[in-house]
């Protein structure tokens, strides 16, 4: 097990009594273990976050910043180790591990900097002997619960805003990719965080999570995930009155139009499609590309994927796609495929040897896939996607609006009226505009529809943690 403990509970870090194992999805091996927590443990974990709350929110904001600024550097400089295990535990490709982890240094670094940063405002006044303004204090305790598919940035994507507001903070990490992010919050503790501001479990998701909605001082949940989790989790927050933040699901569409730069593109597309071996929340799950540039854009994109390998992100050799997080997860992907084909679709691309051990999947692009299968209407997580033609732009909008999600959304265009109309009229929170990769610690990143509830990053994703309070003063 990780020395010396995974778990961290008011400053102190703990061995539990029982573990469970970290999978590499790259070839089965046990990557190593992670203390197991108890409903109790989470309780014990707020009743800190607590307890550390006023001296915290109180703290001046030069000291949190400064704190946070020193864990960005921590992290900063074990990026390469961070990343490697990273890499180990979600079956990622080495380079974008370490991407991923000195991207998370940037959300503490930007925060940090953010905290200082005048809040609140002076409403004019209408009467000599009043004065009108608002401050903005911390919510309270945070539970953030964050998936395996970038345990580390999204993580980061909470906690940062939260601490830089002066909240504390109870974390839970999917269990499939957790050992990373155990060493980021490390970090924070080696950078002189206070004893219980930050604290942080591992543990069954329903009983831990559970546990934290329901504790007294918690006030705010900040989740990513799916829809379906989502939902329950804003059900159990509703029974205290916790405010939710929730960032779900999505179902991109990947939009082509005729005067497009076909170049651009395909290289947007492969980003877009198969970045982390396309288990993305942003991911582009459907490609709608006008009929006049239809074939020469399905036969490029084609021809590109046809070049990808696959194989263990750690090789020297580094491949374009790893594995995916694990079989349940390779055999949801397989199994669109199987049904699209059973519908009347068309595989377009090769054949792939993919290695005997290990969760992969071979990637794939589909055409005259059926509306009613999935791999038209659902979010994918991997590297498949169905490719659909449109006559007009009214048309294209029709259909990339077509899903309940509205998380991300994508086009190539390079016509700036067509630009404006597109972007305002598709349904989503996060548009890219020839930009197949949005995601910035100092922008907002959320959803519309069934994607979710409120903004993370930017100065938006620290309001998320903070209450408004307004002031009338009789002078």
């Not at 009743?47 to 904001?61: G, Y």
């Not at 990622?92 to 991207?103: H, Q, Y």
């Not at 080696?190 to 329901?214: F, K, Q, S, Y």
């Not at 939009?255 to 492969?270: N, Q, R, S």
Request: charged share 25%; net charge negative; hydrophobic share 45%.
């Amino acid at each position: 097990m990780t020395e010396p403990g995974t778990t961290l509970i008011d400053g102190q870090w703990h061995r539990q009594a029982d573990s469970l194992e970290v999978i590499d999805p790259a070839d089965g091996s046990v990557v190593d273990h992670i203390g197991w927590s108890t409903a109790e443990d989470a309780v014990r974990a707020a009743d800190a976050a607590a307890d550390a709350l006023t001296s915290w929110a109180d703290a001046p904001a030069r000291q949190r910043s400064d704190i946070l600024l020193r864990a960005a550097d921590l992290i900063t400089a074990r990026a390469e180790e961070i990343g490697t295990l990273l890499a180990r535990e979600a079956g990622k490709r080495l380079p974008e591990a370490i991407g991923e982890v000195s991207f998370s240094a940037e959300y503490f670094r930007w925060f940090a900097e953010e905290a200082r940063r005048p809040s609140g405002h002076v409403v004019p006044h209408e009467l000599a002997d009043r004065r009108h303004l608002t401050i903005r204090r911390p919510v309270g305790v945070v539970a953030t619960l964050t998936p395996w598919n970038f345990p580390c940035s999204i993580q980061a994507r909470k906690l940062a805003p939260a601490l830089a507001a002066g909240c504390t903070v109870v974390a839970r990490v999917s269990e499939k990719a957790p050992l990373a992010v155990t060493e980021m919050i490390r970090c924070l503790t080696d950078a002189g965080i206070p004893r219980g501001v930050v604290n942080l479990v591992h543990g069954p998701a329903r009983e831990l999570t559970g546990a934290l909605l329901e504790h007294r001082a918690v006030r705010a949940v900040s989740f990513t995930g799916s829809t379906g989790v989502g939902a329950q989790i804003m059900a159990g927050a509703a029974r205290r009155i916790v405010r939710p933040l929730l960032e779900l699901g999505g179902d991109a569409a990947f939009i082509v139009f005729e005067d497009a730069d076909l170049d651009a593109a395909v290289e947007g597309a492969l980003l877009a499609k198969f970045r982390n071996t396309g288990q993305s929340c942003i991911a582009a799950n459907r490609f709608i590309v006008h009929e006049d540039v239809y074939d020469e854009f399905v036969a490029r994109l084609v021809n590109a994927v046809d070049k990808m390998t696959v194989g263990n992100g750690l090789a020297e050799d580094c491949p374009d796609l790893g594995p995916v997080i694990d079989a349940q997860r390779a055999a949801a992907v397989e199994a669109m495929v199987k049904e699209a084909v059973a519908g009347g679709a068309r595989l377009l691309t090769r054949s792939f040897e993919l290695p005997a051990a290990g969760s992969y999947v071979a990637p794939a692009l589909l055409a005259d896939v059926p509306d009613h299968v999935a791999l038209a209407r659902e979010e994918v997580f991997g590297p498949v996607a169905g490719i659909f033609r449109f006559r007009d732009e009214d048309e294209a909008i029709a259909r990339a609006n077509a899903t309940e999600m509205g998380l991300a959304g994508y086009f190539w265009s390079r016509d700036v009226s067509r630009g404006w109309r597109v972007a305002e009229r598709l349904e989503t929170g996060i548009v890219g505009i020839n930009n197949a990769l949005p995601t910035v610690c100092f922008a907002p990143m959320g959803g519309v529809k069934q994607s979710g509830l409120g903004r993370e990053g930017g100065s938006l994703g620290l309001e998320e943690f903070q209450d408004v309070r307004y002031l009338a003063v009789g002078v």
